[in-house]
């Protein structure tokens, strides 16, 4: 039986196979994406919830080749820096990696979060203050499903330090760069994530990620 505010049987499957199917892209063809595509993947973004209405989320687009340039340069420092981080026999299958598009996509995005936005008083940042870059990881997210939603490729590129962020942008000191994205043409999505293909990390089965009533219990306790 439908329930009264369900999406149709279509729309449901539209959604979830959205999210099913959403990847982190890292390769890219750079040929334009067309203007109202980049206003429906932004209108999804700005239509994340957010704490207290807030709405602390910007999205800055950055096309500049000096400054995608820079970016890239402080990718690089990071991942040379990443490398010896990693346990000696897993460093060469990290290096062969290609963890960012940042100078092939056709357009990179930083999404930041105003932590000053409406005064120091927001309701529901009283007892966790952090609500607001919660939300703004939800603006990601949103953007990430509409840009899989219309075709498009996005990949997060975490490896980056916020301090370089925070310089080659011009960033406010209340200011913080949450999510570095390219965003671009890509050729394929993956029938599923690259990691999980090279064996990266074991996937975890969805129903050993589910507990009931306090952590580490498995089953259903009795009311």
């Known amino acids: 039986m439908e329930l009264p505010h369900a999406f149709s049987k279509e729309e449901r499957e539209a959604v979830y196979r959205a999210i099913s199917q959403r990847r982190d ?10 203007p109202e595509v980049i206003n429906n993947i932004l209108r999804a973004g700005a239509c994340a919830p957010s704490v207290g209405y807030m709405q602390p989320t910007n999205f800055i687009l950055i096309q500049n080749g ?22 000696p026999e897993r460093q060469d299958s990290y290096a062969k990696l290609k963890l960012e598009g940042i100078l092939d996509s056709y357009l990179n995005i930083c999404v930041t979060c105003d932590r000053s936005r409406f005064g120091p008083v927001v309701l ?3 007892a966790q203050p952090d609500m607001d870059i919660y939300s703004t990881v939800c603006a990601v997210q949103n953007l ?18 916020i301090e370089a962020l ?9 200011v913080l760069p949450v999510a570095y994205l390219c965003v671009g043409h890509t050729d394929a999505f993956a029938p599923v994530p690259e990691l999980k293909t090279l064996g990266w990390l074991p996937e975890i089965p969805p129903d050993e990620l589910v507990f009931y009533d306090h952590w580490g219990n498995m089953a259903p306790e009795k009311a």
Not at 25 to 34: K, L, N, Y
Not at 66 to 71: L, M, P, S
């Open 124 to 126: 529901g940042r009283t």
């Open 25 to 34: 892209i890292r390769r890219f063809r750079s040929d334009p994406i067309a």
């Open 166 to 174: 925070q310089r080659i942008l011009k960033l406010p000191e209340h």
């Open 66 to 87: 000096d400054t995608r340039r820079a970016i890239h340069q402080e990718f690089v420092k990071a991942n040379d820096a990443a490398v010896g981080m990693f346990p």
């Open 144 to 161: 990430w499903l509409a840009a899989r939603a219309e075709g498009v490729g996005m990949g997060w590129v975490s490896i980056i330090t």
